[in-house]
């Protein structure tokens, strides 16, 4: 059993950026693919980014690629999703999650088998 705790969301304003926190208990946090996802109101979650369990591979949605980047530091058991240069439609809840599939990092949801509880990101024109 993994349990997820998300940080760092909050309010800010076009172009600013924002470190989002994952915290992982349990001992096997670094055999765990991470990823990262959102969900904006009236929308179904989507894919951010995702991390393989050494770091060596990521994968980032369309969207986000070239201003978001995923990273983990298995001493920590933390996932982090560090957001640059952010717009309007980024603003969603953004959830961490696990998959016991160590080199996944592709964005089907039904893959990951841990899900944290969110935090909100709100970012204002």
């Known amino acids: 059993q993994v349990q997820l705790v998300e940080s760092g969301g909050g309010l800010v304003q076009a172009g600013d950026s924002l470190r989002l926190s994952c915290a992982a208990s349990?001992?096997?946090?670094?055999?765990?693919?991470m990823g990262w996802f959102r969900q904006a109101p009236g929308k179904d979650r989507e894919f951010v980014a995702a991390?393989?369990?050494?770091?060596?591979?990521?994968s980032y949605a369309d969207s986000v690629r070239g201003r978001f980047t995923i990273s983990r530091d298995n001493a920590k058991n933390t996932v982090y999703l560090q957001m640059n240069s952010l717009k309007p439609e980024d603003t969603a809840v953004y959830y961490c999650a696990a998959s016991r599939r160590s080199n996944y990092i592709l964005g089907n949801t039904p893959a990951y088998d841990y899900w944290g509880q969110g935090t909100q990101v709100t970012v204002s024109s």
């Open positions: 349990g001992r096997a946090f670094s055999s765990y693919a």
């Open positions: 991390i393989n369990w050494n770091g060596g591979s990521t």
